[in-house]
Each structure stands twice: as C-alpha cells, then as structure tokens.
C-alpha cells in the first residue's frame, strides 16, 4: 500500500512570489511512480509531470520546477514568479505501476492574490 | 490533441436508483480507470481495465460495477445509489500497461457529477 502526504493543506501568496509545494511519498516498493496533478476551480485533473523513483533527476519547465529525493521520499513541486492563473489545488499522487490505480495526497489549495 | 471523454457531464438521479456513466478514452489508449471524487476529497481510484480485463480494484463499492468493451470504452454501472454517492466521477485513460522502465501517465476525461437527491 502506498500512502501519499501533502501537509500543507492551504497557501497564499502574493502575485509574482515563489511558491513550494511538499509531497512525502511511503511504499514499500523498490519502484514506484510519482506524479503532479492540478485541478483548477473548473473541476478537471490536468497532468503537470511524472517521475520514476529511479530517476532522481530534476526537472525544469518553464516557471514550473521538481525536486525528487529518494532519501527522503519527497517530490516537491515549485512555482516560480506564480501567477493569478495558478491558484488551483495541486495533488500529488504515486503508482506501483502497470495498470495500477493512483494513490493521491489530500491536495493543496494555492490561492495566489493579485 | 483528443481527450478523454465522459458522459453524461452531469447526472442527477434520486436514492435507490441506478445511473451508468460512459467514458471513452483517448485514441490507441487501451487502459482505463475510475476514480470518485467527494466534495473538498482528493480522488479515490475505484478500479481499472487493461484490454478489457479487470486490472486493479479500488475501494469501488459492491453496488458499482464495471466494464471494458471491444473498442475500449467502458461504463460504471451504479445500483441502489446512496446519497453519499454524490460526487465527481473521473474516468482516466493511458497507453499500455508498461513495463518496470517506464509508465504511462494517466490522462483524465473532465468527470461525471452525479447527484444523488
């Protein structure tokens, strides 16, 4: 069983600020697969990134930026110069793979005021 | 590019009745799961399909059950709806049920919003 934690329920930031969100990834195995999800107020699940747990390089693209560390188990997901546009709920979610079903966090609203 | 997609978008349907959701997934894609959403939840993987063949099982209730057909579509059949039941309902589709090297991440049709009056 894979557990998935998200501790930061709610931020807010300003416009044009940089903002991390954390992601805490437990499974007991040896290969697993991470993943960002953003749902806008509009209700649909857009794939932002996926990650291999053997593969701890990080990724830029964009204004979007990860950050995989299998020693601690975090995959956390940083905006940089956030926009309006970005206030969603942010889910991070991890799969055992094949035709597995995700295991999501409990999400992260992202409010960013102008 | 085509998406998932899912229908109705919106069903609204009264407590013991039984509603059946529809999901088509994107073109080539032959694996498909589900997954329920309550409101302010994070979503919760019900089950999943690859080539037509049950492939993991959720926490999908007793009362739903699921198919995929020959052109890998599939339908949730729900009985005896509970007013819990209300929810978003996502369908997902991906490409193949990869090996250890790689997977194919999960694309989301935009939900079924059932509510159970």
């Known amino acids: 069983a894979q557990k998935v934690t998200q501790a930061q329920t709610e931020i807010s930031v300003v416009e044009k600020e940089d903002v991390t969100l954390d992601c805490v990834y437990e499974t007991r195995d040896t290969t697993y697969y991470l993943f960002w999800y953003k749902q806008p107020p509009s209700g649909e699940l857009v794939f932002l990134i996926r990650?291999?747990?053997?593969?701890?390089q990080n990724e830029i693209s964009g204004r979007y930026s990860w950050n995989f560390q299998k020693s601690t188990s975090s995959f956390n997901f940083t905006i940089t110069a956030s926009q309006v546009v970005d206030s969603a709920v942010y889910f991070c979610a991890g799969s055992g793979g094949g035709a597995d079903g995700l295991t999501f966090g409990k999400g992260t609203h992202l409010i960013i005021q102008p | 590019a085509a998406g998932v997609i899912q229908s109705p978008r919106h069903l609204i349907k009264e407590k013991r009745e039984t509603a059946t959701l529809k999901c088509y997934p994107i073109p080539r894609h032959d694996t498909v799961y589900w997954y329920q959403q309550g409101p302010g939840q994070d979503p919760q993987f019900l089950i999943s399909f690859y080539e037509k063949m049950q492939s993991d099982k959720g926490s999908i209730p007793d009362r739903f059950s699921a198919q995929q057909f020959s052109d890998y579509h599939s339908e949730l059949n729900m009985s005896s709806l509970e007013l819990g039941d209300s929810a978003l309902y996502f369908c997902a589709s991906s490409l193949g049920r990869a090996g250890l090297s790689s997977y194919n991440e999960q694309f989301f049709g935009p939900g079924t919003r059932l509510t159970v009056l």
């Open positions: 990650r291999n747990s053997f593969d701890e």
